[in-house]
């Protein structure tokens, strides 16, 4: 069997597809059709059924499934390991990262990257951490920054940095105290980051383990957008300290810690326990390990 139609039929079940697949791919779809096809027919069997929204695999392209995953998972390990050899690795490798740390420590990173990794590329991915959680349980990235992720026996995380949850207020309401309790937000209208958001899941398990219950005005899915409408008076937020770099005009807003118990979000480098630990991969993640994720100004640029 050919790799690389091992590789296109894969695309086109992951995509959904054969339009995604090709999108993914960069190929013309009807290049695509025609390698399914002679899969399918040095195989003698039907793999793909094309339906109203896209293509699902047959019984026999279920089958094929982790057959073709393994296969191109040992060819690249064996391209991996033969290009260890050289004194400066090639190859590609993905990081995932939440916009929110992506648009502050993507150019650092490449920047760094290129200086010590000349031959080979980096491809940073952008979503939602749960997002970016199950794209790295399923492989297809090779590591990813991830706020609170759950626990889970596939991965290995190590904390890079933690920080408190604050209460965000507009400038122009009641004076904030030196510091609230979790009891205390009961009395703040809130807008908050929409689930599946890391923060919000902090925030619920936090006023439910204290049996808190908040007034929330509104649901939105950017912390830059939740900012800009406590700015406007919309109502009050709770986010990380360093999401305050995203507003225009700082004192716009008013803030004060929470707590005790403070809400700690955690930020953690999340690589796979399996697979080829390659010099290209340690020698990126030792480039993510010596970023600096304590300024303010790296994790202060969009949504997480």
């Known amino acids: 069997m050919d790799l690389k139609q091992l590789q296109y039929f894969l695309a086109v079940v992951e995509a959904g597809g054969f339009s995604a697949g090709a999108t993914a791919l960069q190929l013309a779809q009807s290049s695509l059709s025609r390698q399914i096809a002679l899969l399918e027919t040095e195989l003698g ?118 920080e408190p949850l604050i209460l965000v207020a507009p400038a122009r309401g009641a004076r904030l105290p030196e510091r609230l309790s979790l009891g205390g937000l009961a009395r703040y209208p809130l807008v908050l980051p929409s689930p599946p958001n890391a923060i919000r899941s902090l925030v619920d398990a936090a006023l439910k383990a204290r049996h808190v219950e908040v007034t929330v005005l509104a649901e939105v899915g950017a912390v830059k957008t939740v900012l800009t409408l406590v700015a406007q008076g919309v109502g009050c937020t709770i986010v990380p300290a360093s999401s305050l770099a995203l507003l225009d005009d700082p004192a716009s807003v008013r803030h004060c810690p929470i707590g005790p118990p403070a809400i700690l979000s955690r930020l953690v480098l999340a690589t796979p326990k399996a697979g080829p630990h390659t010099r290209l991969r340690r020698e990126t993640v030792q480039l993510l390990q010596a970023l600096d994720f304590r300024s303010p100004a790296p994790l202060g640029a969009g949504a997480p």
């Open 45 to 162: 069997q039907r793999l793909l059924v094309r339906t109203g929204r896209g293509a699902t695999p047959t019984e026999a392209g279920l089958a094929l499934l982790p057959h073709a995953r393994q296969m191109l998972d040992i060819a690249r390990r064996a391209r991996d390991e033969l290009q260890e050899m050289d004194d400066s690795p090639s190859g590609r490798i993905t990081v995932g990262m939440p916009p929110r740390v992506a648009l502050g420590l993507s150019a650092p990173l490449i920047q760094a990257f290129r200086q010590r990794l000349p031959r080979a590329v980096v491809s940073v991915s952008e979503a939602l951490s749960i997002q970016l959680h199950e794209q790295l349980v399923a492989g297809r990235l090779d590591m990813a920054l991830l706020f609170d992720p759950p626990s889970s026996p596939l991965l290995h995380y190590q904390t890079l940095m933690q």
